[in-house]
């Protein structure tokens, strides 16, 4: 088998692990916004005209100032760290890091038996560009269900992220973990931007918004891509 058949194989298949995420991102956002689709560039990827590179990962000793480190609780604390570049459209470009601090729940032998995880988590990510203040995101939640965080400039307003794990099915009867998570931007009722949490990286955004919180929210939202979820045990 060629290469490039073998690559086409794995695409396609990840592709269909996507599709019971995909019916969860927002609609009208998926009808009316601006889809953008992974390539393969030189050095990274592309999405649409956002060029993302220098993707990197790792496992590493837990910051003793983390929001869970720093808790005198006797159940153990991880930490991953992931961060990126993205370059915009207009010339712009922002490097983010992203913190993942997390600890197994008290019942996690009870989880386990669920195939499910319910780790504690507290996400710190940070994107910075020139001449202009940082933009974070934080989020404190259990992995058992689905959760929010706040994402904005520092110093400035926030907006609520919302990082979708879980599914709801046969009438809020029976709940399915995503195969993939998926990350959206609210403003108020509807999403302005949305990322599937997987690859291939696939994002849909409103082309209305302001270009600095696009990439700014487009930036941070791809790095926690790259940080290791484990929504099943």
């Given at each position: ?56 990962m790792r496992s590493e000793a837990p910051d003793l100032d983390g929001p869970l480190a720093q808790e005198e609780v006797a159940r153990p604390v991880t930490q991953d760290r992931a961060g990126l570049v993205l370059e915009g459209a207009e010339g712009r470009t922002w490097t983010t890091t992203c913190r993942l601090q997390r600890r197994a729940p008290p019942a996690a032998d009870y989880r386990a ?121």
């Amino acid at each position: 088998m060629g290469l490039g058949l073998a690559l086409g194989l794995v695409s396609t298949a990840c592709r269909l692990n996507q599709r019971p995420s995909l019916k969860v991102v927002d609609p009208t956002l998926v009808a009316q916004g601006t889809a953008l689709e992974r390539e393969r560039i030189r050095g990274g990827f592309s999405l649409g005209p956002y060029r993302v590179t220098q993707v990197g990962m790792r496992s590493e000793a837990p910051d003793l100032d983390g929001p869970l480190a720093q808790e005198e609780v006797a159940r153990p604390v991880t930490q991953d760290r992931a961060g990126l570049v993205l370059e915009g459209a207009e010339g712009r470009t922002w490097t983010t890091t992203c913190r993942l601090q997390r600890r197994a729940p008290p019942a996690a032998d009870y989880r386990a038996v669920l195939d499910e995880n319910g780790d504690e988590i507290a996400v710190g990510c940070t994107a910075k560009t020139a001449g202009r203040p940082p933009w974070r995101f934080d989020a404190r939640a259990l992995l058992s269900g689905n959760f929010v965080g706040q994402l904005g400039p520092e110093g400035g307003s926030t907006e609520t992220v919302e990082v979708l794990t879980r599914v709801l099915r046969f009438r809020g009867k029976i709940e399915r973990v995503l195969p993939v998570p998926v990350a959206q931007l609210r403003r108020g009722d509807d999403a302005v931007v949305s990322v599937l949490l997987g690859r291939p990286e696939r994002a849909w955004v409103d082309p209305s918004l302001d270009p600095v919180k696009l990439e700014a929210a487009l930036a941070l939202l791809l790095t926690l891509r790259f940080l290791p979820w484990e929504l099943a045990q």
